[in-house]
């Protein structure tokens, strides 16, 4: 091999490590409607009793909004877990902690007791809320789930709204597997907060 392949080739290397850091860095963009700054948009859900919910009903308090896919979801349970650690933080600034999952509603609920933890659950049954937030992950349930849960689910991301209904933190996961930190979120909920 010459020079100028091996040259060629290296760029070509190169330009393909540029590229997959640029992409995982950046990951999927956070739709207009979430963005920081934004109003929490209003949106319908079912509470975990079987009663309507909406969005609005938030206003005057802080709340914390994570968007899962589920309780059939490794990483969610996981999140779920890291997060029970720092629920009494939350709790303790007045804020609520809220769980928007598509179904079923009970499995779900019976992993925030497993961990101990009192989270609001909102069921979006039809993925509606989903896609009207720009949520959806098509074809995002594993082969094995489908046929409880469905193909599309939710894209995990975290919310943190201030008690006048702005959103003041959005962070979409780059990738199913990761989450955002809790103390991360605990912290911009203080920030939200003015603490």
Same mark, same amino acid.
């Given at each position: 091999?010459n020079?100028?392949?091996?040259?060629?080739?290296?760029?070509?290397?190169?330009?393909? +490590? @540029?590229g997959?850091?640029?992409?995982?860095?950046?990951?999927? #963009?956070? &739709?207009?409607?979430?963005? /920081?700054?934004q109003?929490?948009?209003?949106?319908?859900a079912?509470?975990?009793n079987?009663?309507?919910?909406?969005s609005?009903?938030l206003?005057g308090?802080?709340?914390v909004?994570?968007?899962?896919?589920?309780?059939?979801?490794p990483?969610?349970?996981?999140?779920v877990?890291n997060?029970?650690?720092?629920?009494?933080? +939350? @709790?303790?600034?007045?804020?609520?902690?809220?769980?928007?999952? #598509?179904? &079923?509603?009970?499995?779900? /609920?019976?992993?925030?007791?497993?961990?101990?933890?009192?989270?609001?659950?909102?069921?979006?049954?039809?993925?509606?809320?989903?896609?009207?937030?720009?949520?959806?992950?098509?074809?995002?349930?594993?082969?094995?789930?489908?046929?409880?849960?469905?193909?599309?689910t939710?894209?995990?991301?975290?919310?943190?709204?201030?008690p006048?209904?702005?959103i003041?933190?959005?962070?979409?996961s780059?990738?199913?597997a990761d989450?955002?930190?809790p103390?991360t979120l605990?912290?911009?909920l203080?920030?939200?907060?003015?603490?």
């Amino acid at each position: 091999m010459n020079n100028t392949a091996l040259l060629i080739i290296a760029a070509v290397i190169v330009a393909a +490590i @540029i590229g997959y850091r640029r992409f995982r860095k950046a990951g999927r #963009p956070v &739709p207009a409607i979430l963005r /920081r700054g934004q109003p929490l948009p209003d949106f319908h859900a079912v509470g975990e009793n079987g009663d309507p919910v909406r969005s609005t009903e938030l206003h005057g308090t802080a709340a914390v909004i994570l968007f899962v896919r589920g309780n059939w979801c490794p990483f969610c349970s996981s999140q779920v877990e890291n997060l029970s650690a720092h629920y009494k933080g +939350i @709790i303790d600034l007045g804020a609520r902690l809220i769980l928007v999952t #598509p179904k &079923p509603l009970e499995t779900t /609920r019976r992993v925030a007791r497993f961990f101990e933890v009192e989270f609001d659950f909102w069921l979006d049954d039809d993925l509606a809320v989903t896609r009207q937030l720009g949520l959806l992950l098509e074809s995002g349930v594993p082969d094995d789930h489908r046929k409880e849960y469905g193909s599309d689910t939710i894209w995990p991301t975290a919310l943190v709204i201030d008690p006048s209904g702005i959103i003041r933190y959005t962070e979409l996961s780059k990738f199913i597997a990761d989450r955002p930190n809790p103390k991360t979120l605990l912290q911009e909920l203080r920030v939200a907060l003015g603490n």
